[in-house]
């Protein structure tokens, strides 16, 4: 029975960060274009964020520290609303369509504003939570 509450808690999780993924995407896509993966950058990065802070609350021992909370909310919505797979076709197609500079591009923005973003995620949630 715990194994299906778990399971549960993530599927209703997933529900949310999915579709908050593909608004959020799809809202920067039209807004600046698709020529650059923009709307996946923006949802990875608040995704890596947001993350911090959640991981931040568990190392207090915050409601993130519990179970349900954390699979509900870390593996069920970020875990569908970031997006590692997306991230990788879209820099294979900019190395398959010879933008080899957006290529590279996307990939070093992307660890490296995803580590400053959970970096910052967590520390704010250390200074919020004391």
Excluded: K
């Excluded at 920067?28 to 650059?36: L, P, Q």
């Amino acid at each position: 029975m715990d194994t299906i509450n778990g399971v549960m808690w993530v599927a209703l999780g997933s529900v949310l960060g999915g579709t908050a993924r593909f608004w959020l995407s799809g809202f920067v896509a039209r807004r600046v274009g698709e020529t650059f993966p923009w709307g996946t950058m923006v949802v990875n990065v608040s995704g890596a964020f947001l993350l911090g802070v959640l991981a931040a609350s568990a190392a207090h021992h915050g409601i993130f520290a519990e179970v349900r909370p954390w699979q509900f909310a870390a593996i069920g919505i970020l875990g569908t609303y970031t997006t590692v797979s997306s991230f990788s076709l879209q820099t294979l197609a900019l190395a398959r369509d010879g933008e080899m500079t957006r290529a590279a591009g996307n990939m070093v923005l992307s660890l490296s504003l995803c580590l400053l973003a959970v970096t910052g995620g967590f520390a704010a949630g250390i200074h919020v939570l004391g």
